[in-house]
């Protein structure tokens, strides 16, 4: 381990993560006196106060996992001891150091698609734009836009940075970039180069993003509405994790059947499989195998809700077993008697609420949410109803729009997953209840 220093180095930040996100992870150990996102590398620096506050918080979570909005995220000493302005290897701060006439955008809660078109609307008022590259990152979208003066790359930084292009997303993080001049060798939806209209659009048989009406308004008068029903679906889950689709899931898989293998047979069923599945999306069916009754088949929706549910479930912990997860070589599941049928079912969470459930998608956590609640229900109840599957650590009953709710956090992730496969859509008190996992951290 690093010697101990005031400033923690986090890793595998991703981009729904928040500045906000972090505090609520380091915030109880002491004061933050700074804190670098570097968003291009998946990873923040944080400066806490002093190093008592640092090293309480290092020691803390070399015992608990930290997970932010459902992803872990890892602590530990910088090498550095203290914060320099520095920020990113790939541009400059336009805050900070020799600005020049090329500036590197990274959008971050990408809920619309960005174009060449709409960066040139948003960019040319500042001074002439004379090239602009898209490209996908790491660091989720970017673009190089080159101004034909430095001055226009100034006005456009100072403006433009930390805005949103459209109400409530899209926000622009602006650097100065470290190269003199773009090179574009082809006008299309991906570069531009408005010095020479004449160059080969490159027909491409497919588009790095998918083909949307783009909204027209910016800067806040845009009013999305339908906003999500003029998006392709994998935009659609995209958008609800802030941009950019969960590491590994590529929202070009058209298998909808899964095999899930090593089940406690003892105490699984379909139900119970369904009540954990359908966190990830619809299900169609589900064939607990006579042969193998440690095998199911899982039919999911559509090919993307069978992506996430192998990339969240497997190697999840089941009932005392690790699940494996992996995409099975039927396409369907045959209708039959022993095929439990869901596909009508008005317990699928995705029949309503689509992007809050996506948005809600994640590994098992600790914690489970509790909803659809009577008015009357106590805490006590409810810990009564759910306790029988493990230690609980925490609980809170509270009130959300208008809603009774609950949140229960266990000791592991394997007893908060038993609590919702065996209670999710039980009755208690007169109302069928929800369970889903939260990513809070704390109650």
Known sequence: MAEPSRVIHIRNVGHEISESDLLQVVQPFGTVAKLVMLRAKNQALVQMEDLASSVSA???YTTIQPSVRGRNVYLQYSSHQELTTDQSSHGRNPDQDEPNRILLVTVHHMLYPMTVEVLHQVFSPYGFVEKIVTFQKSAGFQALIQFESRQSAIQAAGALHGRNIYDGCCQLDIQYSNLTELQVHYNNDRSRDFTNPSLPTEQRPR????????????FGFQQPGGAYAQMGQAAMVAAAFGGTLPPGVTGTNDRCTLIVSNLNSDRVDADKLFNLFSIYGNIVRIKVLRNKPDHA???MADGLQ?????HYLKGAMLLGQKLEVNFSKYPTITPAPDANDYSN????RFNSNVVKNYRHCCAPTKMIHISALSQEITEDAILDHVSEHGTVVKSKLFEAGGKTQALVQFESEEEATEALVSKHASKLEG???RISFSQMQNI
């Open 58 to 60: 290092i020691q803390y």
């Open 345 to 348: 079912s008005n317990l699928n």
């Open 297 to 299: 088949l899982v039919q």
């Open 431 to 433: 109302s069928t209840i």
């Open 207 to 218: 588009s790095s993003q998918p083909g949307f009406n783009d909204p027209s308004g910016l």
């Open 306 to 310: 069978a992506e996430l549910a192998v």
